[in-house]
């Protein structure tokens, strides 16, 4: 999402905690995170205890971008989804309507299938937020705030806020 033109309301950001608990318990995940393609954490949920949320975030965005970077020189235009296995914890990262990086952290709980499944299943819910945020920044309007109000105030009004 580019910086300082798209606004995340608090019905947005609770629409994206909603699918992200959803998903946590669904997929039996240690923790969900949600970010922007600029490194950004947008919501989390789950056990984020032992981690460092901006160094994770960044360092997630980084992935995507250099991913990114690989599919263009394999003659891909994007790999949107990443896997990556350790010995104990495992990665999921989605790039959802291009714009959003949802990032799955889980262990011996669940099973990859599991996660894919269930990303696939939530993805469309988050692309549908995504894009009505990427709407409203196109269109210029502010969540709350409408602009037909300010045509409405004068000079006079605003000498009397200020006590002039």
Do not use: W, Y
């Amino acid at each position: 999402m580019a910086a300082g033109h798209t606004v995340i309301t608090e019905q947005d950001h609770a629409r994206f905690m909603a699918i992200l608990e959803s998903l946590d318990r669904e997929a039996n995940a240690k923790f969900v995170f949600l970010l922007d393609k600029s490194g950004q954490q947008i919501a989390a949920t789950g056990d984020l205890d032992q981690v460092d949320p901006t160094s994770l975030a960044s360092l997630t965005a980084g992935n995507v971008a250099a991913t990114e970077g690989v599919a263009q020189i394999v003659g891909e235009d994007e790999f949107t989804t990443l896997f990556h296995e350790g010995k104990h914890e495992s990665l999921h990262i989605t790039v959802v309507g291009g714009r959003v990086i949802l990032l799955v952290v889980f262990d011996e709980r669940s099973s990859l299938g599991l996660v894919r499944l269930r990303v696939e299943q939530c993805a469309p819910q988050l692309g549908e937020v995504v894009k009505e945020m990427t709407a409203r920044a196109e269109g210029g309007s502010q969540p709350g705030k409408d602009s037909a109000n300010f045509g409405e105030i004068t000079d006079a009004d605003l000498d009397t806020l200020f006590g002039e």
